[in-house]
């Protein structure tokens, strides 16, 4: 059962072909990032035009390296939330033209859920319940999961999610975007020497990262941190910043994570979104919990097409199937 995914929630073209939920045949992406880079972060309008000049050519692309043809299609699935208005709107009418054109069934997918489906791609074994902990720019939520579809949401960002508080933190630093693989990249020249705060929200499976976002600048503003060559050489470095900010991410997410999932008895957590291609965060993860941990590699944690299609594929064995009056939900909620 092939299934063509499609997904333009952010800043990201991708289109695949997935079989049975779990074997990647194609797994194209078009990346906006060197674009938005200039700007220091996404411009919306610039990344819904992006999209529209090459949402076909990579369905195309991804249709031609499966060697798939809309005959062989069992079905779309794509993106209608949550993410940028503009951005989603190109995928989902685009998958709307292709199952009118071929009589083809079309299933709307939460972005947040195809990153979670993203665990199954490989043919993993995966065992309910389970944790999901999903980290990107725009979540950081832990999710039980009782089997497919069956979610409840155990706690969320109360402010930044993680993947935006890694950019604004790089952005005070100078370290430019995106910014979570620049903390991570500079964070290896450093050492964690700088004390951060840690919001811990107790009694609770929420996350806040403001705070430490925060006190970082206020250390940059008051010239505690070295940022350029005729600082004091006893002030922590720009790297050892980075370092020490990365820590205090890590260390909630991780120890939050491990709670729910004994809390809930749970038999395996998933690490999952962009922010799970951080290696030292699916270092630590896996050394603190007790509990199996499963992360997709990184090409499958950052935004992509083949998470999508593999959730569809789930969709579709559920009887779920949309019409052509499918639309786009911004603030899409997974449950």
Known sequence: MKILGIETSCDETAAAVVEDGVRILSNQIASQVEIHARYGGIVPEVASRQHILAIIPTIEQAMAKAETTWSDLAGIAVTNGPGLVGSLLV???AAKAISLAHRLPITGVNHLEGHIYASWLGNHSIHFPLVCLIVSGGHSDLVLMRGHGDYVVLGRTRDDASGEAFDKAARILGLGYPGGP???QAARNGTASIQLPRAWLKGTSDFSFSGVKTALLRLVEAGKIALSANQSDELPTRADAAASF??????VLVTKAV???????VKQILLVGGVASNELLRKRLAENSSIPVLVPEPVLCTDNAAMIAACGYYHFQAGRVDGLDLDVVASLRLA
Not at 246 to 251: G, K, P
Not at 259 to 265: F, G, I
Request: hydrophobic residues 45%.
């Open 91 to 93: 995928g989902v009418n």
């Open 246 to 251: 990365q820590e205090a991410v890590i260390d």
């Open 182 to 184: 620049a903390i991570e």
């Open 259 to 265: 709670a729910a999932a004994k809390e809930r008895r």
